[in-house]
């Protein structure tokens, strides 16, 4: 076996100008959160009694999630299709998908008006078995223990190796003990975001007529649920191919190729039923009618089909730069369609209107820059990445 097929720590320095950089922009976004808990949401954000919600929802939760389903997306093609060659991906992209969550579920509690009372979500049991918020609550803080979990592996390798007896023990016990538990763990991983990504469609059935009919469709929850692994598979192939350029890791053209053809059918089964669904409602004429509401459509429709197009030919999936850009076009499609579902398409009323404050953005770019930083030192201190160096200095 090649030393390199096994997941690996990268190793070097750890404090470097680009982590310090993306470390301070996260204390900033922390000190910010301790501001908007001690001024309340009204002072520190746009949102009214129209837009209940706004971007620490629509982008940090509905699509940060969906961005984080690599580690979901990689599962269903290891562990239910059998694909064995894409193993390597799977810990890379779990971290990603943890890191996601967890903001993701930060950004609920900062966003909620009463967030020193949401311990009682998991411990109390006088639930709304009606709500679809509690499908989606539950199933997001769940997933996000399983993804840890499911990671545990690899901070128990390192402590195995580790100079300390302490770490040695608790690295020799706890291993087999999280290698035999991983089956079920990739289970329950692979059945939570199918349960809450679809949910995040039929929470927005619930607004009725306010949500504009190019949106409002009894296809939601499925539409949620493809374009959520479409944009796994794009942020797969995104950080493998990044983490190639910028951290000295020889291309996955191989196994990306494979991830690009595996996206052309979920491509086709999204379009086929969005298209499909606007002519059965009768909807082509408002597509076409060239306001706000139609160019927002049009725009992610024509994202995600020339994802398809650079994807068609097993030539076009094998050149990196072309794969990277499909990658980029789908992430970019499934976030606009969650954008316009959550936000564009969502009417209230003709006396409200929302866009960001400051301090939603600034907290929002800084949860970002933590999660990247995150990623970064979690990678050079345990065994994440697989595959050869491209120079023996790296």
């Known amino acids: 076996m090649n030393a390199y097929d096994r997941p690996q720590p990268l190793g070097g320095a750890i404090f470097t100008r680009p982590v310090l950089a993306l470390a301070v922009f996260a204390g900033m976004a922390g000190l910010l959160i301790v501001w908007r808990f001690i001024v309340g949401l009204g002072a520190s954000t746009a949102l009214n009694d129209g837009y209940p919600w706004g971007l620490w929802i629509a982008f940090d939760v509905v699509t940060g999630t969906a961005l984080s389903c690599g580690g979901y997306a990689v599962a269903l093609l290891v562990y239910i299709l059998n694909r064995g060659k894409y193993h390597p991906l799977i810990r890379p992209a779990l971290v990603t998908s943890a890191f996601g969550y967890t903001i993701a579920g930060l950004s609920v509690v900062i966003d909620v008006g009463r967030p020193w009372i949401a311990y009682k979500l998991p411990f109390f049991w006088h639930w709304n078995t009606n709500s679809v918020l509690l499908e989606v609550a539950l199933c997001i803080m769940t997933y996000t223990i399983v993804l840890w979990l ?85 942020a797969v192939v995104m950080e493998s191919a990044l983490s190639a350029k910028f951290l000295g890791r020889k291309s996955e053209t191989d196994m990306l190729a494979g991830l690009g053809f595996a996206m052309l059918p979920l491509l086709g089964l999204y379009l086929g039923i969005r298209l499909i669904d606007l002519g059965v409602r009768g909807q082509f004429g408002a597509l076409f009618a060239f306001d706000l509401y139609s160019v927002m459509s049009l725009i992610e429709l024509a994202l995600f089909a020339a994802a398809g197009v650079l994807l068609l030919t097993d030539r076009r999936r094998r050149d990196a730069g072309n794969l990277f850009r499909a990658a980029m076009l789908l992430v970019l499609a499934g976030a606009l369609y969650r954008f316009d579902v959550f936000l564009v398409a969502f009417q209230p009323g003709p006396n409200w209107s929302y866009f960001p404050s400051v301090t939603e953005i600034l907290v929002t770019s800084g949860l970002v820059a933590g999660e990247i930083a995150g990623f970064i030192v979690l990678i050079k201190l345990f065994p994440i990445m697989a595959g050869e160096p491209q120079t023996a200095a790296a």
């Open 150 to 234: 499911e990671l545990s592996p690899a901070f128990l390798e390192w402590a195995r190796t580790s100079t300390y007896s302490v770490f040695r023990r608790i690295g020799n016990i706890g291993l087999p003990v999280a290698e035999r538990s991983l089956l079920w763990l990739a289970a329950l991983g692979m059945l939570l975001p199918t349960m809450h990504q679809s949910s995040l469609g039929s929470l927005m059935l619930l607004s009725g007529p306010r949500l504009h009919p190019l949106w409002n469709t009894s296809w939601l929850p499925l539409l949620f649920l493809i374009s959520c692994i479409a944009m796994g598979f794009g």
